[in-house]
């Protein structure tokens, strides 16, 4: 496969997931928005008294959770922009030799951004729209809703959209900032990530991402603090949340490689696995975009199935009545099982990118993969080896996930109910339900994201891979 065939590849398949993840985040934001405005149509009809009140906290509510997806698909986004200009260095070199701008380069990402952000954005509404409509009236039909005069279609939805757009295209001019960084003199290398000792060398992001760090879990340990007093102590722990989660994302190219590299020792001795873990240390920033993403999502259904789970515990040690108790488990229940299907929506957004961050590596690593079958590995070992960079990126995200997830959840039901309860500090009550089904999705995940890209390294002849420039 020629060099100029591989980056077209890479592009139209970062490309395409770029438009997947903003259709998800649109198609999310609008049908959130749409349920939103149902149940505000059967509150009305209800006569209950009050009902902008209502109406405010759904929405608020809704707000809410497209902000998540919104900001998850942004760094999804971003990182997917940031390993198509890996794979695309000496290109770019060669258009800076030949007198083009490394500024002029850039402005053709984040243009691209735009259009991929628009398309994406728009498919999702539509989309989302129409599997609204079909929902609500396969549930007035079964008699499950009552048969109002539902408005679907409102100015409201036009903020997702416009949202999902920005932020597709200011998450391409970020990721596109390594075009600044591409000499002339790279047209006559071969485009591949910054090595471990290039990324150790960037002090200003590190000193960055530790301060947020610092600053967030110190605001975190206030919020706890004056949540025993004062439900005002939320305000304190969602700011050093922000904060402390803002550094790891920052951080994360120093921080996942170590812990990717734990996960695949896991794996065992052979050489497919030596290799794969090897990947993880070889080219951190690329190990990092690839599972920072999936971090985010099992951290942020982890924190709220953990503080549900916590206020339980902390409202049932200060309540002698059973059936009080009950209801609390009940209604507790309840409440995270919706929230884990809205959170899980980004969750899925995250394992696109984590799918498709494995593929662009597999496009760039052609020449790579070529060497090692002509050095005798067999299809089959070259398919273990992608097989275990994808369980070690996958166990490791979880891993991690769940221990930032277990922490915040549990800072954030201290801070917001420590107050209410009065009992003093409550160890977080972990539903390990959770835990065994993010370790059953997280093998399903991994071996789905090797499929395709699989097939692509072993298609390859080792000839025809070693010639490629």
Do not use: K
Request: aromatic share 4%; proline share 3%.
């Amino acid at each position: 496969m020629s060099a100029a065939t591989r980056t077209r590849r890479n592009d139209h398949a970062g490309r395409g997931a770029s438009v997947l993840v903003a259709g998800l985040a649109s198609a999310f934001g609008v049908v959130l928005l749409q349920v939103t405005s149902m149940i505000g149509t059967i509150v009305s009809a209800s006569g209950m008294t009050d009902v902008g009140a209502v109406r405010t906290a759904l929405d608020l509510v809704a707000f809410l959770f497209i902000a998540i997806a919104v900001y998850v698909s942004a760094i999804v986004t971003t990182n997917t922009v940031a390993t198509i200009i890996a794979g695309r260095t000496r290109t770019i070199a060669l258009m800076r030799l030949i007198g083009s701008s490394a500024r002029a380069q850039r402005r053709v990402v984040a243009t691209d951004g735009l259009t991929v952000g628009a398309i994406g954005a728009v498919a999702g509404a539509l989309i989302g729209t129409l599997l609204s409509f079909a929902g609500l009236r396969m549930l007035v039909a079964t008699g499950v809703l009552p048969d109002l005069d539902y408005t679907l279609i409102e100015p409201l939805l036009a903020l997702p959209v416009a949202v999902v757009v920005l932020s597709t295209w200011a998450a391409a001019w970020v990721g596109s900032r390594r075009v600044l960084g591409v000499s002339p003199m790279q047209a006559v290398g071969a485009a591949e990530e910054r090595s471990r000792e290039d990324t150790v060398r960037r002090p200003a992001r590190t000193v960055i991402a530790v301060l947020l760090m610092g600053a967030g879990i110190l605001l975190l340990a206030g919020g706890v603090v004056v949540g025993q007093v004062a439900p005002e102590g939320v305000l304190l722990g969602l700011l050093g949340g922000i904060l402390s989660f803002s550094g790891l994302v920052l951080g994360s190219h120093l921080i996942m490689p170590p812990i990717l590299a734990l996960a695949g020792r896991v794996l065992g001795g052979s050489a497919p696995a030596r290799l794969a873990a090897a990947n993880a240390q070889r080219h951190p920033e690329r190990s990092a975009r690839a599972t920072i993403g999936l971090v985010i999502g099992v951290t942020l259904i982890t924190m709220f199935a953990v503080a549900g789970s916590t206020f339980e515990v902390m409202m049932q040690r200060t309540m002698e009545d059973p059936v009080l108790q009950a209801a609390i488990s009940e209604t507790v229940a309840t409440s995270l099982a919706v929230i884990s299907v809205l959170v899980g929506f980004s969750a899925l957004i995250a394992a696109v990118g984590m799918v498709n961050n494995l593929a662009q590596s597999v496009l760039q690593r052609s020449r790579e993969i070529g060497l090692l079958r002509a050095l005798g590995f067999t299809a089959t070992q070259v398919r273990w080896m992608i097989l275990a960079e994808s369980l070690q990126m996958a166990a490791a995200a979880v891993a991690f996930g769940l221990v930032l997830g277990v922490f915040y959840g549990w800072a954030a039901a201290q801070s917001l109910f420590g107050a209410v309860t009065m009992g003093g500090l409550t160890a977080p009550a972990v539903p390990w339900l959770l835990v065994v089904g993010c370790v059953v999705g997280t093998v399903l995940l991994a071996v789905a994201a090797t499929l395709v890209p699989a097939r692509r390294a072993v298609s390859v002849a080792p000839v025809t891979a070693l010639a490629a420039a």
